[in-house]
């Protein structure tokens, strides 16, 4: 939730969950909560944080963007 009066609080959030529909969830129909579950997780631990690449972290994945902070901070 968004703090009171800042509208911008929450649109990462919101972004991302776009994101996710639009690349995973409307594309399929589960049969079970559970593989739901399962897909959603890979989809996030895999792709979205491995090798999916986003503009605003300079066209890298967060994989990226934290092993390049941990190489400059040695």
Not at 41 to 66: D, W
């Given at each position: 939730?968004?703090?009171?009066?800042n509208?911008?609080?929450?649109?990462?959030?919101?972004?991302?969950?776009?994101?996710?529909?639009?690349?995973?969830v409307y594309?399929?129909?589960?049969?079970?909560?559970e593989?739901?579950i399962?897909?959603v997780?890979?989809?996030?631990?895999?792709?979205?944080?491995?090798?999916?690449?986003?503009?605003?972290?300079?066209?890298?994945?967060?994989?990226?963007?934290?092993r390049?902070f941990?190489?400059?901070?040695?």
């Open positions: 939730m968004s703090r009171r009066g509208c911008y609080d929450n649109a990462p959030i919101e972004s991302f969950w776009g994101q996710l529909k639009n690349e995973l594309h399929k129909a589960y049969e079970t909560r593989d739901a399962k897909d997780t890979r989809y996030i631990e895999i792709f979205y944080n491995r090798q999916r690449i986003q503009k605003g972290l300079g066209f890298r994945s967060p994989a990226q963007v934290l390049d941990y190489r400059q901070a040695a």
